[in-house]
């Protein structure tokens, strides 16, 4: 039995005035929610062949809103409102200075946000989320872009200098897992990041604005895809951190390794970045040799990945069976399943091993050139980001808002939160699995509803189109009652106490080495893999350019 004083001891509170700075992060992240969402709904029922967009709204204008407000702000946005959270709750409040970087962070990105936006609501950049060149937008979305990025370097600087604080008030001890998880976060961001914004300042900008009058369409693509590839670690990772340290203790179990946590975070910064070839396998001017060698560099993210899954399945079958679960699987009844804290992640783990294995495929050269540009990639990023990911952040939320909120999650909007994620899980059921379905028979992916000219092909797609508006209609439901669960946690809930859930790691693992720390090393790695990668494709591809491409605007 734990005593009242323990208790005491355990419940850290999170500071108002970094509890103020998560929030605001979240509350905009739950807006990219809704408008994003809704975009995605207005999308299904387009391709349903059953449904015209009004006023002159445009397929590829409501694409990229999905695409950009899903994709990138909702994600970012959470994930550093989550991360400011952790790491105030873990190293101790962020200082003034931290917390100043934090806000010019939050307002940078945020009027890089509005700026794109309205670009995108003017119609003047209907580029989708990947923004390939040659399609051109106006200069401004570009800008907007640019400030998106610089801000979350700056509230990422905030986040890294409490950990830098914290190594040297402490010398020699290994720093708070959760912390040291939200820096790994930070540095594979900035690594990657400054791919993409080579990309926007130096080609997209001054090619936009008419400086120069082509750009090197080859170029902007890789700079996009060493950046684009990381991005979806850059979103999982945060899951990661909520799986690795949070769920153990709302079990109320123990972490199983800290070292091994460690580990599998330090693989994913090396393998991670020097991938991203891997999406541009059916593109010319890249050497077979180095799509190669980059196709072996992602299936190497295998590793942590199952080393992540022995983790977590350990500490629950470790907690399952010191709670009397006997038999090879009496543990699992024993888990909690009625806990939306465990449960909505829990779905989004199991979600992920078919995420995973559709990876393994489209990340293999020859596998890749049956569902490359289909509609099948769509599916597989709605199961691991859409599901995965956004699964494990609504079940973040339903302990981090009321923390920060100074409330509580009662049993009814505990119960709602489960009828959410069931509602959720049946919709992306159903819309990525139709989607997986007709990628095999190769309907395209970002791609108006058409008959082809009386196609017989393409009319076979269109029962499996309807099913996905279906499947996005549920999963909008499953938006709105995510968004009233959420408005109920930030205004109308009880006022009380609710835990920030930080695990204990086992007494019977092993001691973190310290080598886990040494960023020398791991950056130096990191760094080397990255040119050892591109720096040779690089020079060929900037040597041996084609004439470059001039700007088109096709909507």
Excluded at 425 to 451: E, K, N, Y
Excluded at 535 to 544: A, K, L
Aim: glycine share 10%.
């Amino acid at each position: 039995m734990t005593t009242i004083k323990e208790r005491a001891q355990d419940f850290v509170q999170v500071d108002k005035r970094d509890a103020k700075l998560a929030l605001a992060h979240i509350y905009v992240a739950f807006i990219a929610l809704l408008l994003g969402g809704l975009a995605g709904l207005l999308q299904t029922l387009v391709r349903s062949g059953q449904f015209t967009l009004p006023w002159g709204i445009g397929y590829y204008q409501v694409l990229t809103v999905h695409g950009v407000l899903l994709g990138l702000i909702l994600t970012t946005y959470f994930i550093f409102g989550f991360q400011i959270a952790a790491v105030s709750r873990t190293s101790g409040t962020l200082t003034n200075k931290q917390r100043t970087l934090g806000w010019i962070g939050f307002w940078t990105m945020t009027i890089g946000t509005t700026a794109a936006a309205i670009m995108v609501l003017l119609n003047e950049a209907s580029v989708l989320y990947t923004f390939y060149a040659p399609l051109q937008a106006h200069w401004i979305f570009y800008v907007g872009l640019a400030l998106v990025v610089v801000g979350s370097w700056i509230g990422g600087a905030g986040q890294i200098g409490k950990y830098i604080e914290w190594r040297k008030a402490n010398p020699g001890q290994p720093s708070p897992l959760l912390t040291f998880m939200v820096v790994v976060n930070l540095a594979m961001w900035i690594v990657c990041s400054l791919g993409v914004a080579v990309e926007v300042v130096f080609q997209l900008i001054p090619w936009s604005l008419g400086w120069v009058d082509t750009v090197n369409v080859l170029l902007s693509r890789t700079l996009f895809w060493y950046f684009g590839h990381p991005l979806v670690y850059f979103w999982l990772l945060p899951a990661y951190m909520v799986w690795y340290v949070v769920i153990p203790k709302v079990i109320g179990g123990k972490i199983f390794s800290d070292s091994l946590a460690r580990l599998s975070f330090m693989l994913f910064l090396l393998f991670s970045i020097p991938v991203g070839f891997h999406h541009q396998l059916t593109e010319p001017g890249i050497s077979s040799f180095w799509k190669f060698l980059q196709v072996v560099l992602t299936l190497m993210v295998v590793i942590p990945s199952l080393l992540t899954a022995f983790s977590l399945f350990a500490s629950f079958e470790i907690r399952g069976r010191a709670l009397g679960g006997k038999g090879l699987f009496g543990w699992v009844k024993q888990l909690p399943w009625k806990d939306a804290r465990f449960l909505v992640p829990f779905i989004g783990m199991v979600a992920f091993i078919p995420g995973g294995a559709g990876g393994i495929i489209n990340a293999s050269h020859q596998m890749n050139q049956l569902i490359h540009n289909t509609i099948w990639v769509t599916g597989h990023f709605h199961l691991t980001v859409a599901t995965t990911v956004v699964l494990t952040f609504f079940g973040a939320a339903y302990w981090l808002i009321p923390h920060l909120t100074g409330r509580v999650l009662t049993k009814q909007m505990n119960r709602l939160a489960i009828i959410q994620a069931i509602v959720w899980t049946v919709g992306m059921a159903i819309m990525s699995g139709s989607m997986h379905i007709i990628g095999l028979f190769g309907a395209p992916r970002r791609s108006d509803f058409s008959t082809y000219g009386g196609s017989e092909q393409a009319a076979s797609w269109i029962p499996y189109q309807i099913a996905q508006a279906v499947g996005g209609t549920i999963l909008f439901i499953g938006i709105i009652l995510v968004l009233y669960i959420v408005a109920n946690l930030i205004w109308f809930a009880p006022k009380g106490q609710t835990e920030f859930p930080v695990g204990e790691v086992s007494e019977n693992a092993e001691k973190t080495p310290m080598a886990l720390e040494n960023w020398k090393i791991w950056l130096t790695i990191c760094i080397a893999l990255i040119l050892f990668a591109y720096s040779v494709p690089v020079i060929e591809i900037i040597r041996d350019a084609p004439p470059g491409s001039k700007g088109y605007k096709l909507w």
